[in-house]
């Protein structure tokens, strides 16, 4: 009897035997795109549910403030500028004081706009003037008497 | 002895004239810094926060005296200025100044902006009835026009608060007139139009 069939056959057999035994202890990979996937999904489920809690909780803070009688603070100014304009410079940057009089008092005298400098030039220029007129005269005199 | 009194004379008056001199020199030079920072968006900015904080937190925050707060436009008397906060002595001496606790132009209330009769308004008594004027300030930018004009005495009670937007120039009067005058010019002009625009579109 030919044995080279029968080893043909053996081999057609026992191959993949051997190499389903082989399979058997295969750990395939992680599939990380499934996986980040699932991180995501659990992340965004999580953030939605702190974000309805945290709207709850304002809304009950709210409604507690609102039966005490209590008014929710306004936004501060200057944020609500740096997010309408993010070109205007910081508070910091800027110089603001606290004004005593918080309005134009009803009544109030126009401011007094009169300038000393145009009569103190005036008085000086006639001073300059004067002084020179008399240290001219004053030399003349003397080239005078000196003849 | 009488040359040493025409040295001295000669020498006061050569030290009255260039102190004179030089506030009119301190006044051009706080004048270009002044035009300076206004064009910087600065000054805008500085009204913008005031205008809000004020709004916003129920009480008045004004910028320092000295700071631009606003553009003072009059065609006819060919006037362009940035007008100051305050109306000391330092700020009308560089730019017209803005009555501290009166309206910003533009905003509800009567805006107060005063100059020397001697410098920027030596021709305000040249504006007729019906003249415009234009102002910016911080998001403002409006148009104005005269209507009323009168002289009033310098104690008397001329300034008053106004429900709706107003702007009011004054001057000591007589404009030609050495030494403390007697008397005020009052403008009062009205908004023709208000348009509101954001601080980043204007610049």
Not at chain 1, 24 to 40: E, G, H
Not at chain 2, 75 to 97: F, H, K, S
Not at chain 2, 163 to 190: F, S, V
């Amino acid at each position: 009897m030919p044995y080279r069939p029968l080893l043909v056959l053996s081999l057609i057999v026992g191959l993949p035997a051997a190499a389903a035994a082989q399979f058997t202890t295969f750990i395939p990979p992680q599939n990380k795109a499934a996986d980040s996937v699932k991180v995501a999904v659990a992340a965004q489920k999580s953030a939605q549910a702190d974000t309805s809690l945290n709207t709850r909780l304002t809304n009950l803070k709210t409604w507690v403030d609102s039966a005490a009688g209590v008014v929710a603070t306004p936004r501060a100014a200057q944020d609500s500028l740096a997010v309408m304009n993010p070109a205007i410079p910081a508070s910091d940057s800027v110089s603001m004081k606290l004004s005593d009089t918080a309005t134009l008092r009803n009544g109030a005298r126009a401011p007094a706009t009169a300038s000393d400098l145009p009569l103190l030039a005036l008085v000086g220029a006639a001073t300059l003037g004067l002084g020179a007129l008399l240290l001219g005269t004053g030399g003349k005199q003397r080239m005078r008497t000196d003849a | 002895m009488r040359k040493r009194i025409g040295l001295l004379l000669y020498v006061l008056g050569g030290l009255l004239l260039s102190f004179a001199g030089g506030r009119y020199g301190v006044g051009m030079a706080r004048a270009d810094q002044a035009r300076q920072a206004w064009d910087a968006a600065e000054g805008r900015a500085v009204v913008a926060l005031a205008r809000s904080a004020a709004l916003h937190h129920g009480m008045r925050e004004t910028p320092v005296d000295g700071a631009p707060v606003a553009r003072l436009v009059i065609p006819r008397l060919d006037l362009d200025e940035i007008v100051l906060e305050g109306v000391d002595g330092d700020e009308l001496n560089a730019e017209p100044g803005h009555l501290t606790g009166s309206a910003y132009p533009g905003e509800p209330g009567n805006a107060v902006i005063s100059a020397h009769r001697d410098r920027h308004f030596n021709h305000l008594d040249a504006l007729d009835l019906g003249d415009t004027i234009v102002t910016e300030s911080g998001t403002h930018h409006d148009r104005w026009v005269v209507v009323a004009k009168r002289v009033v005495g310098k104690d008397d009670h001329a300034l008053f608060r106004t429900p709706d937007a107003t702007l009011t120039l004054t001057t000591c009067w007589p404009i030609r007139y050495l030494g403390p005058a007697p008397e005020r010019l009052i403008i009062t002009a009205k908004p023709i139009r208000a348009k509101q625009t954001r601080v980043a579109s204007a610049s």
